[in-house]
T-cell receptor, first 112, second 113 residues
Framework: DQQVKQNSPSLSVQEGRISILNCDYT??????FLWYKKYPAEGPTFLISISSIKDKNEDGRFTVFLNKSAKHLSLHIVPSQPGDSAVYFCAASADYGQNFVFGPGTRLSVLP | NAGVTQTPKFRVLKTGQSMTLLCAQD?????MYWYRQDPGMGLRLIHY???????AKGEVPDGYNVSRLKKQNFLLGLESAAPSQTSVYFC????????????FGPGTRLTVT
């Protein structure tokens, strides 16, 4: 049973609009969450993180929201750009980084 | 500064053959990780190391062995390859104080026939 779920395999958004990528988790011991972006034939690159003591973290066009009671987090990208087209992975840790569990990923396509 | 490098980039093995994947990092990171990525399953942790000479099992360790003899290198071995080990393998490293930010290599695509 997957502990980290990304129920939307793919998402298409028009350039300039908001992209919202969702992630759900089942393990209440998770205390740190990250988002990674992956382009084809490359390794994932770190995007943004959030600790369980916060409910929001912002970095430029990227904002991550955490709802601990619902065991849900989301990544907002505003405005979306064609270069944002990639696979986005949500990951969670219960031990501040020694061991991460990744979701299956959501492929985002930003249409010009 | 090359970051995290992986050797080789591609490999085709026959069932039963053995091979070693090499990961090297030049960022002086303490932590290193090996993941595999399969379609629809994200990245799954195989083994990891929190320092030179130490290793630990991840989520899917069976069929793999690892060694961390030098801080900058993390080796992943397949003693007797099986078709189920066909996958893309990623190595990553991180610093303990910033363990949430893992730096990934470009990946090794392995096919076992």
């Amino acid at each position: 049973d997957q502990q980290v779920k990304q129920n939307s395999p793919s998402l298409s958004v028009q350039e300039g609009r908001i992209s919202i990528l969702n992630c759900d988790y089942t393990n209440s011991m998770f205390d740190y969450f990250l988002w990674y972006k992956k382009y084809p034939a490359e390794g994932p690159t770190f995007l943004i993180s959030i600790s369980s003591i916060k409910d929001k973290n912002e970095d430029g066009r990227f904002t991550v929201f955490l709802n601990k009671s619902a065991k849900h987090l989301s990544l907002h990208i505003v405005p979306s750009q064609p270069g944002d087209s990639a696979v986005y992975f949500c990951a969670a840790s219960a031990d501040y980084g020694q061991n991460f569990v990744f979701g299956p990923g959501t492929r985002l396509s930003v249409l010009p | 500064n090359a970051g995290v490098t992986q050797t080789p980039k591609f490999r085709v093995l026959k069932t039963g053959q053995s091979m070693t994947l090499l990961c090297a990092q030049d960022m002086n990171h303490e932590y290193m990780y090996w993941y595999r990525q399969d379609p629809g399953m994200g990245l799954r942790l195989i083994h990891y190391s929190v320092g030179e000479g130490t290793t630990a099992k991840g989520e899917v360790p069976d069929g793999y062995n690892v060694s961390r003899l030098k801080k900058q290198n993390f080796l992943l071995g397949l003693e007797s390859a099986a078709p189920s080990q066909t996958s893309v393998y990623f190595c990553a490293s991180s610093h303990p104080g910033q363990a949430y930010e893992q730096y990934f290599g470009p990946g090794t695509r392995l096919t076992v026939t």
